[in-house]
């Protein structure tokens, strides 16, 4: 999944992007307002990490222009927004709340207890209660990022892991290569033009063929159980 991060403290904007990456997610950097408001207007994000104390401006402003766009200026208005900052009065906190932050953490924070809270907003918007996800035989939990087939572990790469779980969070709907893409890669990551197809090719050799459906010239998909 990937995450947009608005911090403008170098120490730790790096500690979040080593962090949130050895979890698995596509992190994105900014670190002001403009540039995470250019960011969201051209990038598909599943979540936004929001410091408020940003160089050029207070992250609420992100938030308000975030939750009030247009859906011709931007298709997803409701992108989960975590708010991470040194602001711990509860004025603040009511503040975010109501303008449509989804959750608030204040610095510090353990690491462990962060990438928690973004797997409980991403199941959120994705319609989803239960932490595991099941199709069939294949179960996959997000925060071990564990893998089973018929109660056989199954070991995946990251990015085979990544495209598994983004068709599992949205079956049985198909997405394309291009919205696959944008769900795995950041701005820096290198891309290989077939790189999906591959991913898709090895996931059918560990996990068979049935699992994971293409739907010619649009792109794949992970068929509902069979009644």
């Given at each position: ?171 049985p709907r198909v997405l394309s290569r291009a919205q696959i893409e944008a769900r795995l890669y950041s701005w820096d990551d290198a891309l290989d033009s077939n790189a999906v197809e591959v991913h898709v090719h090895h ?25």
């Amino acid at each position: 999944m990937r995450v947009l991060v608005v911090e403008d403290d170098e120490g730790i904007a790096t500690g979040l992007d080593a962090h949130l990456r050895q979890l698995g997610w596509a992190v994105d950097m900014t670190d002001g307002v403009e540039a995470a408001w250019t960011a969201l207007c051209v990038e598909p994000f599943d979540l936004v990490l929001l410091d408020l104390g940003l160089r050029d401006g207070d992250g609420s402003e992100v938030l308000r222009r975030l939750r009030h766009a247009s859906p011709d200026r931007l298709p997803d208005a409701a992108t989960p927004v975590l708010v991470m900052t040194a602001r711990d009065q509860v004025a603040a906190r009511i503040e975010c709340l109501d303008m449509g932050a989804d959750d608030y953490v204040t610095k510090p924070f353990d690491p462990d207890e962060l990438a928690a809270r973004m797997r409980a907003l991403r199941r959120r918007s994705v319609g989803r209660a239960q932490p595991l996800l099941r199709a069939g035989p294949l179960e996959i939990d997000p925060a071990t990022r564990a893998v089973r087939l018929d109660g056989q572990a199954v070991d995946l790469s990251a990015r085979e892991f990544g495209v598994l779980l983004s068709l599992m969070e949205v079956r049985p709907r198909v997405l394309s290569r291009a919205q696959i893409e944008a769900r795995l890669y950041s701005w820096d990551d290198a891309l290989d033009s077939n790189a999906v197809e591959v991913h898709v090719h090895h996931l059918r050799k560990k996990l068979g063929e049935g699992v994971v459906r293409t739907l010619r010239g649009v792109g794949y998909f992970v068929p509902e159980d069979k009644a």
